[in-house]
């Protein structure tokens, strides 16, 4: 971990806006590198750990609320995520509204997400896209966002060009609580990434299995490999607690795994725009809930 003399600090912030707001875009910017998932298509953004931040002495874990805000909610989301979004909400000690200025209407068409936004902590607005519009109209949309919500502070930005990003990272990093980071600075990289994949995998067992197994298993992404011709080998291990569980999962002759695996590859396909090779380990880890390790990772995925 980082030098315990030095005083670190570290935080949630969920990023929340309406589809193609730019939180993909801005999210890669702040992160440094390709974590997120950019496209022009919605939705398509829907995990909650985005990328991690690191300014100055800050690692600023960036979270996803997928669900709550979604303007009419053209994908039906399982309640039980929705319920895990407003946790995420509950969380972050931050958030920041990402507006996109080149919308038609957009005050009007942001209202019902500014109904849900947090009252309980600081609300950083970031007009994105400024790239697009006149310096006038700018300072017409901060003042009339910030009559619509008490704003902690707003921020002018064009995420696609990383315009004015730098600015709330130093806002952020200079008001998140002190304390140590709770990933290590070598596994950034990756780590959202694997995470991601993670959760996908560990969604999809839930949604077969819910009814079977008393928890969601937990899964773990142990390795990630880019192959040159644009593919990408991702092993995982699914954690149960009991050989009667490892059955479950494993499925009449290994059925249900597969299917599992099946949907969850698609899916890592869709969003990473690759082949994906997705190898799944079922293994059984007494009280894999009670250790540590497992816990700390738990925080971040329940
Ligand atoms: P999300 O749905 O909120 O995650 O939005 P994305 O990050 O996927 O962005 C949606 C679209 O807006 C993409 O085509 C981006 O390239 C574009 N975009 C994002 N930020 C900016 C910006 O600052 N300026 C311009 N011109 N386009 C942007
Ligand atoms: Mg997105």
Known sequence: MTDPDKKTSCGFVSVVGLPNAGKSTLINHLVGSKVSIVSPKTH???????????????????????GIFDAGGSRTMEKAMVGVAFDALEDSEFAV???????????????????????NKPVL??????????????????AAFNE??????????????????????DHLAGSLTTGPWMFEEDQITDMPMRLMAAEITREKIFNQLHQELPYAAMVHTEEWEHFDNGSIKISQTVFVERDTQKAIVLGKGGARIKQIGKEAREELEQIFDARIHLKLFVKVQDNWAERSENLRLMGLLE
């Open 97 to 119: 509204h990402l507006v996109d200025v080149s919308m038609k209407n957009s005050l009007n068409k942001n209202r019902a997400l500014i109904d849900k936004l947090p009252k």
């Open 44 to 66: 398509t953004t829907r995990n909650r750990i985005l990328g991690i931040a690191i300014h100055d002495t800050a690692q600023i874990i960036l979270i996803d609320t997928p």
């Open 125 to 142: 607005l970031a007009l994105n896209k400024t790239d697009k519009v006149k310096k006038e109209e700018l300072l017409a949309f901060a």
């Open 148 to 169: 619509a919500f008490p704003y902690e502070a707003t921020f002018m930005i064009s995420a696609l060009k990383g315009h004015g990003t730098k600015t709330i990272l």
